[in-house]
T-cell receptor
Framework: DTGVSQDPRHKITKRGQNVTFRCDPI?????LYWYRQTLGQGPEFLTY????????KSRLLSDRFSAERPKGSFSTLEIQRTEQGDSAMYLC???????????FGPGTRLTVL | QKEVEQDPGPLSVPEGAIVSLNCTYS??????FMWYRQYSRKGPELLMY????GNKEDGRFTAQVDKSSKYISLFIRDSQPSDSATYLC?????????????FGRGTQLTVWP
């Protein structure tokens, strides 16, 4: 399968803990996006990368959130000091460039107890 | 006011029915209009993609855009139980650069046999 992969698929953590998610985009896709989706809502943009450069961050991305894409390949999204409001599905998408569709991964479902 | 508004439903129709799904948007700069389908616990997948106003047909699916009314529609003909999913409209920011996507909240569709 050569689609976007995300790991883990499901994460349960206690409030205050740090969590890290990984996204592996489709090979040679230079754009990578992170979105967050809560129950009954559409995905909301968090940030995106062009190769290893983080080009835009949403105001939703508080100081507790950080994303990286070293070497322009896989990306990680870290949430520090998790809060119950962080419970959501975190979706990663990639595209070959700015004029192409975004292909989504299966998401990581985060539950903060 | 959100950038993209979409009635969440739920919508329940018998097999073979014609389904109409709609979104409105507020940003007149939007040029590209997308429909994604999301099955339960999966990432969204792109169904249709149109540019500017007009119609586009792909098999049983037809997308319509009315830029004067800031209104887009997706029609599904001869609906099947396998069409049961959440349908999300989405529009990219900054016109043709296809950066971040603005999503509607999704309409949950059930097609019963």
């Amino acid at each position: 399968d050569t689609g976007v992969s995300q790991d883990p698929r499901h994460k349960i953590t206690k409030r205050g803990q740090n969590v890290t998610f990984r996204c592996d985009p489709i090979s040679e896709h230079n754009r990578l996006y992170w979105y967050r989706q809560t129950l009954g809502q559409g995905p909301e943009f968090l940030t995106y990368f062009q190769n290893e450069a983080q080009l835009e961050k949403s105001r939703l991305l508080s100081d507790r959130f950080s994303a990286e894409r070293p070497k322009g390949s896989f990306s990680t999204l870290e949430i520090q000091r998790t809060e119950q409001g962080d419970s959501a599905m975190y979706l990663c998408a990639s595209s070959p460039g700015p004029y192409n569709e975004q292909f989504f991964g299966p998401g990581t479902r985060l539950t903060v107890l | 006011q959100k950038e993209v508004e979409q009635d969440p439903g739920p919508l329940s129709v018998p097999e073979g029915a014609i389904v109409s799904l709609n979104c409105t948007y507020s940003n007149s700069a939007f040029q590209y209009f997308m429909w994604y389908r999301q099955y339960s616990r999966k990432g969204p997948e792109l169904l249709m993609y149109t540019y500017s106003s007009g119609n586009k047909e792909d098999g049983r699916f037809t997308a319509q855009v009315d830029k004067s009314s800031k209104y887009i529609s997706l029609f599904i003909r001869d609906s099947q139980p396998s069409d049961s999913a959440t349908y999300l409209c989405a529009m990219p920011d900054r016109g043709s650069t296809l950066g971040r996507l603005y999503f509607g909240r999704g309409t949950q569709l059930t097609v019963w046999p």
